[in-house]
């Protein structure tokens, strides 16, 4: 079952939310009364600091749209092929479509209990992450990690020392301007309320608005599409769906719970949807 709270006048305390996060990894709030404005200060109470994509466009000074195309979205926690995925996410559906759209919630601490032992200690070694970033993007993620007002005012200094303070981290200057960018993700990390670990990666996830990143081993290796095929029919045992009504509110917990999305089959102007991301200062990643 959904964890669906029913409630068009109260929202429920951030205690309770922070209660049911511990237990569940995430929860939907039904039909709320909130306006975009509303749903804004609501998440400003859930999280210490809101954080952003830089490829996404603002709705509001805390929420951003969801725009994802119309095909299906494989699961992934938000912004996992970045340095500092969100601790928590919001989602409010300010106008659901007629049909299809449903939002996939996984749990990954249901998954790593599911893994087999030979999957469960691959997947302990964390893995290498390479893409191309186009100036543009890696100038506002910079400028938004730093609170640079001027995205294009970012420079390749600044870059550099965004890039030198994660050793998990590195990059090639391109000659257009862009970097080849590598990242080494853990694909386990400990959720940030229970402090239990989670399968929670990007690994099947979307590259709607960048490009398709290449997933390797520590040693160079490809990851193979036969480890990408025993992953998803893993997850899939453990995914429900979202069926969003106007008003519905989800919190989910960004370092425990995997998101996607089923296809749109309705025109995409049937459908908005925007998302809220922050961290918590008490946060138990062991990444």
């Known amino acids: 079952m959904n964890?669906?709270?029913?409630?068009?006048?109260?929202?429920?305390t951030v205690e309770a939310i922070k209660s049911t996060l511990t237990s569940n990894g995430w929860m939907l709030i039904e039909q709320t009364?909130?306006?975009l404005q509303g749903f804004s200060t609501f998440f400003q109470s859930l999280c210490d600091v809101l954080t952003f994509d830089?490829?996404?466009?603002?709705?509001?000074?805390v929420a951003q749209t969801v725009d994802a195309g119309t095909a299906a979205v494989g699961l992934h926690i938000e912004n996992g092929n970045t340095p500092m995925p969100p601790d928590v996410v919001a989602f409010f559906s300010m106008r659901s479509a007629s049909s299809g759209a449903q939002t996939t919630v996984c749990d990954g601490a249901a998954v790593y209990q599911a893994l087999p032992d030979p999957l469960k200690n691959r997947l302990a070694q964390p893995y290498f992450m390479t893409r191309h970033l186009p100036k543009t993007i890696?100038?506002?993620?910079?400028?938004?990690a730093n609170a640079v007002p001027d995205p294009s005012?970012?420079?390749?200094?600044?870059?550099?020392?965004?890039?030198r303070a994660n050793?998990?981290?590195s990059c090639v200057m391109q000659s257009d301007g862009g970097i080849l960018y590598q990242l080494r993700i853990p694909a386990i990390r400990a959720d940030n309320f229970a402090g239990i670990p989670a399968y929670a990666n990007a690994l099947l996830g979307p590259s709607y608005n960048y490009e398709p990143p290449e997933y390797k081993t520590h040693d160079g290796t490809p990851l193979e599409a036969a480890l990408f095929e025993d992953l998803a029919a893993i997850c899939e045992e453990h995914t429900k769906e979202i069926a969003?009504?106007?008003?519905?509110?989800a919190v989910i917990d960004n370092k425990r719970c995997l998101h996607g999305r089923r296809a749109i089959t309705v025109p995409l102007s049937e459908r908005?949807?925007?998302?809220?991301m922050g961290n918590r200062t008490t946060s138990t990643d062991s990444a």
């Open 3 to 12: 964890q669906r709270i029913a409630d068009p006048i109260a929202m429920p």
């Open 244 to 249: 969003w009504q106007d008003g519905d509110v």
């Open 33 to 35: 009364s909130l306006d």
């Open 153 to 163: 005012s970012v420079t390749i200094q600044q870059l550099d020392d965004f890039i």
């Open 272 to 276: 908005q949807l925007v998302i809220a």
């Open 54 to 61: 830089p490829a996404r466009q603002f709705a509001s000074n």
């Open 167 to 169: 050793p998990n981290q």
């Open 138 to 144: 890696w100038q506002r993620y910079v400028a938004t």
